[in-house]
């Protein structure tokens, strides 16, 4: 009878906390609609929902599962691990599953309207891209500090400072699909998809080098993303061709 109690109670506090992850998500929908009203709810729910930018959608997908493979790749190689000792096959059948559920309640769908489309927004107003970036990375990190603490989370045994570390990167990155992607909530729900995902089927944390060499990997990126597309809006813009007028060029005998 114990046992069952102790059941039914951890489904209760999961079942809490499952509603209570999509805080982010309903403060920006209850924000946005008393400073815009039902016009600016709509416009936030569509972006979740379109993209035009097919380019940054495609990066938004496989960019974190290329890093990953290439950090497992190179770990096992350096390590000398066997791949299928680390590789756990059995759960591949739920790829599918586990896509859809992270997507509706594994943290982009409960979080991402929050973050980047209210939260940013805002930030982008008063800030350049890059500090808005970290600003949002510092919050939403301390946002899933609670997990560190929680038995049976995905946090639960990880050290909070790779993780802060790791989402200040992402969360530039975060912030240059978004801004690429003329404000796209879509693009950063299926990156943020594609994070948790990537975490969960390439076992990088199961080798001692995986994790540094993609930590290492994120960064270079970033670092690339800030030179070539610029702090103030992460935005690579086109200079206008200056077109030359023949009469200024012509000699006047």
């Known amino acids: 009878m114990f046992g069952f109690g102790t059941v039914l109670y951890q489904d209760w ?15 920006g929908f209850v924000l946005t609609y008393m400073e815009e009203r039902s016009l600016g709810v709509f416009d936030l729910w569509r972006r979740g929902w ?14 974190v599962p290329i890093l990953c493979l290439l950090s497992l790749w190179l770990a096992v190689n350096v390590e000398g691990i066997v791949l299928a000792d680390i590789v756990d096959l059995s759960r591949w059948d739920q790829y599918i599953p586990y896509i ?9 769908l409960q979080e991402e309207f929050g973050w980047r ?6 930030l982008e107003s008063k800030y350049n891209a890059l500090t808005s970036s970290l600003i949002v990375g510092i919050l939403w990190s301390l946002w ?9 989370t995905i946090q639960y045994e990880q050290s909070f400072f790779a993780f802060f570390t790791s989402a200040l990167l992402i969360s530039i990155l975060f912030t240059w699909l978004y801004n690429n992607s003329e404000r796209s909530i879509l693009v950063v729900l ?35 993303v ?28």
């Not at 506090?13 to 998500?25: H, Q």
């Open 13 to 27: 506090v999961g079942g809490l906390r499952v509603i209570g992850t999509f805080g982010p998500t309903i403060a």
């Open 144 to 152: 899933h500090l609670p997990s560190f603490f929680i038995p049976g």
């Open 190 to 224: 299926l990156f943020h998809t594609s994070i948790n995902v990537s975490y969960w089927t390439i076992p990088i944390n199961n080798t001692f080098t995986g994790p540094i060499y993609y930590t290492i990997m994120l960064g270079i990126i970033v670092v690339l």
């Open 50 to 63: 379109y993209s035009e930018k097919m380019l940054y959608l495609v990066i938004a997908i496989v960019l």
């Open 100 to 108: 859809l559920t992270v997507f509706f309640i594994g943290g982009p």
């Open 117 to 122: 489309g209210y939260a940013l927004d805002r």
């Open 226 to 253: 800030v030179i070539i597309y610029g702090s103030n809006e992460l935005i690579r813009t086109k200079k206008p061709k200056i077109k030359k007028n023949k009469k200024e060029n012509s000699i006047i005998p």
